[in-house]
């Protein structure tokens, strides 16, 4: 089965607010991960990675942390804007040369 | 500098038709990565090229099979289609086995 899932499968802020998406993965020997923007009709966009040995990393108006004790992943976007309106996946790479496994995403609606 | 490219954009096929689909990675990578994805799902691993071999290989029957040319773009064949290989179908590259991958936009497949 999946070992990344999401916490909640829809998210509504209003515009200005910040985002949290949350994510669970369930293999402790996963050492990358990464959040991609769906928007529709697209393919995935690269969003943000972390590495295991992180727990924090920042991008623009965008934060992942990582929290290897109870295997959680979040992405924290800030002053969200009409535009970021999408679908969010996190995506995880179990160890070494293993593929990509996504979960099945969470849809983010701003609100004017 | 052009990001990854798949044709065609959309497709129709009918039952036990088979389908290529075709994709050029980003410019500098040399390494491709097919996913299918279903409607409201996650991407699902295909399989991998890296130097005109498939290296990894998700849980996916012999009907899909592929090619990576020395110009490091890469086919994606299905055989013998079924009504729920309707789906999005996505290219990504990389440089290297192991680095980011980048998406291109997919292709529409709809079985009939």
């Known amino acids: 089965g999946e070992s990344v899932g999401l916490h909640l499968p829809t998210l509504s802020v209003q515009e200005g607010d910040n985002s949290i998406i949350n994510c669970a993965y369930s293999?402790?020997?996963?050492?990358?991960f990464i959040w991609y923007k769906q928007e529709s009709g697209k393919g995935p966009q690269f969003i943000i990675d972390i590495r295991s040995n992180m727990d924090k990393r920042q991008g623009q108006r965008v934060t992942v942390l990582l929290n290897k004790t109870v295997k959680h992943l979040s992405l924290q976007i800030a002053a969200t804007q009409p535009g970021d309106s999408a679908v969010y996946f996190c995506?995880?790479?179990?160890?070494?040369?293993?593929?990509?496994?996504f979960g099945k995403g969470t849809r983010l609606s701003v609100i004017a | 500098d052009a990001g990854v490219t798949q044709s065609p954009t959309h497709l129709i096929k009918t039952r036990g038709q088979q389908v290529t689909l075709r994709c050029s990675p980003k410019s500098g990578h040399d390494t491709v990565s097919w996913y299918q994805q279903a409607l409201g799902q996650g991407p699902q691993f295909i399989f991998q090229?890296?130097?005109?071999?498939?290296?990894q290989r998700g849980n996916f029957p012999d009907r899909f099979s592929g090619h990576q040319f020395p110009n490091y773009s890469s086919e994606l064949n299905v055989n013998a289609l079924l009504l729920g290989d309707s789906a999005l179908y996505l290219c990504?590259?990389?440089?290297?086995?192991?680095?980011?991958?980048?998406f291109g936009p997919g292709t529409r497949l709809t079985v009939l």
């Open positions: 995506a995880e790479i179990l160890s070494g040369n293993t593929p990509l496994v």
């Open positions: 293999n402790s020997a996963s050492d990358y």
């Open positions: 090229y890296y130097e005109e071999e498939e290296r």
């Open positions: 990504a590259s990389s440089k290297g086995i192991s680095d980011t991958q980048y």
